[in-house]
């Protein structure tokens, strides 16, 4: 009876499934165009972490902008961001598993010598919806239009909707080396304002998960293996 009942309750944590959302924001997380999953640097951390933990990882994916309210909606389990101030009030944050600062880009006949987010006063200025850096922009006096996803706002830099575009460096950077936006160049003097921490937000009540979460991410650090897909995917 102890054997089967040990069995029953070994099976049941191994058919765990943990709820991970991600964005469109290559190269941490876009759809495979191919198999229609998610893909990209912290779907791989997790996956790599949901296998150390013993839980299935079900991936979805959204615009940035609607993972934190499906979070606290309890639809996921966990999401992939920076642990600002702001989002600290909401949730709970594992120990982060890459930094990154932002970048600027503007037209290529705009041949300003942007060094500060101040010289956009005045200027159109887009970015994915619930991006870290649209408070900064709207202080600085700019005209703020938020995109589902990077892609969607480096298109319209191409055609001219808007002046400028600030986000995540690796994002941005990933998606202009990919081609399609002959108009648009990164604002190369251009000096970040912030470095931000990648990492595993959940929900204040879930705290034994971010335990064996913060736990898989020791273990694979040590192994190297975290730094093994930060050099992978560009970070």
Known sequence: MLAACFALAVQARAQEIVRAGFSDSPPISWRNASTNDPQGFAVSVFRAVAGEAD?????????????LPSLTDK????VTMSGTPERRRVAIFSQPFAKYGETLLVRTEDTTNYVELAQLKGKRVGSNAGGGWLDAARAAGAEIHTYAGAAQSLLSLEKGEIDAVVGN?????????????????IASNYVPRQTNELAFALRPADTALLDRINAALKKLDAESALAQLRTKWGF
């Open 55 to 67: 839980f299935t990882m079900h991936a979805d994916l959204m615009s940035f902008g609607l993972l």
């Open 75 to 78: 639809k996921i389990d966990v």
């Open 169 to 185: 460096a690796p994002t941005y950077v990933y998606l202009l080396r990919g081609g399609g936006f002959p108009h648009v160049r």
